[in-house]
């Protein structure tokens, strides 16, 4: 194995992953870069050409033929450097969209695949991009995401790193941004659509795909997050709670049914999922919702969405006298995250209930 086989391998990885149509190539040969890939239309597929960008020692010169493929990508008119013949320019960070996506990606290079998605995700957007790299273009593709929605706080995260790759953007501008898209229980355009206990029913029981009903009813009987019933590692026990597994957004934890009737209505103990190439939850997170544009649940002739029986979850347990000696903490628990975010998502239903219980002890200490 040649010493920079491995770098190459990680470059065109990256490439790929990028949707470029080139290739970086190194050969014993020449002490050059070469590119690989199809320069005219009516030329060989895989033509390959030198350029005078060296390998150097610690195979630094490989960043630079990357962002090279990248910009080929997008602006195919962009001349080779061929073997030191002419001036050789340094590409200019920003001079294109393809550039700021080569940067970007070389930015989140060392982070882990996981994390990496994302910005991944993000500069293969940036490729699809005309017109020159400002900071306002880049703040209307954050706006475009929707305030509040969580893919309008990933472009945040995005547009940080474009900030580190070298944008002209102010940590105050950033952080203004930000705030903007903060969820707002008092906006009237993020009330979410809760449906009836009655409603939830009706719309699982009229279901024909039995593994997205199983999928559903898992949501509503157990407040889980929408990709959440493909990672149950253990299904209901004799008391129907649940314990969610480990590769989830919050690890492993155990949670109890707000409908026990719905365990055995909706056959929870027999899993029953839908096909599905893609595991992780930013598909999942796309694939349910999908299905529910296309099999509608309404309620006050508003549709909801997979998160709203998550939300039905933990309003309905808050509000059920059933549960009033439940300590809040143990709730937010079940839903997977802490007391503090639960108290400021549900804080309109908590304080009812934390206030029925006050009251009721302070009338026995009346009556005693």
């Known amino acids: 194995m040649k010493p920079w086989t491995a770098a190459v391998t990680q470059a065109n990885r990256r490439l790929k ?4 149509g080139f290739r970086v190539r190194v050969t014993s040969a020449s002490p050059n870069i070469q590119i690989r890939g199809q ?3 009516d030329g060989p597929r895989h033509e390959i050409r030198t350029t ?11 960043k630079e033929a990357v962002s090279l493929c990248l910009q080929l990508d997008q602006e195919p008119q962009t001349k080779i450097r061929h073997d030191s013949r002419g001036t050789h320019t340094s590409l200019n960070l920003f001079s294109g969209w393809a550039v700021l996506a080569g940067a970007l990606e070389r930015k989140v290079s060392d982070l882990k695949s996981s994390s990496q998605r994302r910005y991944l995700q993000h500069s293969k957007q940036f490729l699809t991009f005309g017109g020159e790299v400002t900071k306002e273009a880049l703040i209307d593709w954050v706006r475009s995401a929707g305030e509040g929605s969580v893919e309008y706080r990933h472009r945040c995260n995005t547009l940080a790193k474009a900030r580190e790759c070298g944008l002209q953007i102010s940590k105050d501008e950033l952080e203004s941004i930000r ?3 903060t969820y707002k229980l008092s906006d009237p355009d993020r009330v979410r659509v809760i449906p009836t206990d009655d409603e939830i029913q009706t719309w699982l029981d009229g ?10 009813a898992m949501i509503s009987t157990y407040g889980l997050r929408p990709h959440e019933p493909f990672y149950i590692e253990e299904l209901p026990d004799e008391d129907g709670d649940i314990v969610v597994g480990v590769n989830t957004k919050t690890g492993l934890r155990h949670v109890f049914p707000r409908r026990l009737d719905w365990v055995e209505r909706y056959k929870l103990r027999e899993r029953s999922l839908p096909e599905a190439s ?8 796309i694939k349910l919702p999908t299905y529910m544009r296309r099999n509608p649940l309404r309620s006050g002739g508003k549709r909801s969405v997979p998160l709203d029986l ?6 309905r347990t808050h509000s059920d006298e059933k ?3 439940v300590p809040v903490a143990h709730i937010a628990e079940a839903q997977g995250h802490s007391e503090t975010v639960h108290r400021r998502i549900y804080h309109r239903w908590i304080g009812k209930q934390e206030l029925k219980a006050r009251f009721k002890s302070v009338r026995s200490l009346i009556d005693n």
């Open 17 to 20: 992953v990028l949707g470029s």
């Open 39 to 41: 320069f005219r239309p």
């Open 52 to 62: 005078d960008i060296a390998l150097k020692e610690d195979f630094s010169g490989i």
């Open 179 to 181: 705030k903007a898209g």
């Open 207 to 216: 279901l024909k795909s039995r593994p997205y009903q199983w999928i559903f």
């Open 278 to 285: 893609d595991l992780r939850s930013e598909a999942l997170n």
């Open 310 to 315: 998550r939300h039905a979850w933990a309003i």
């Open 323 to 325: 549960f009033a000696h």
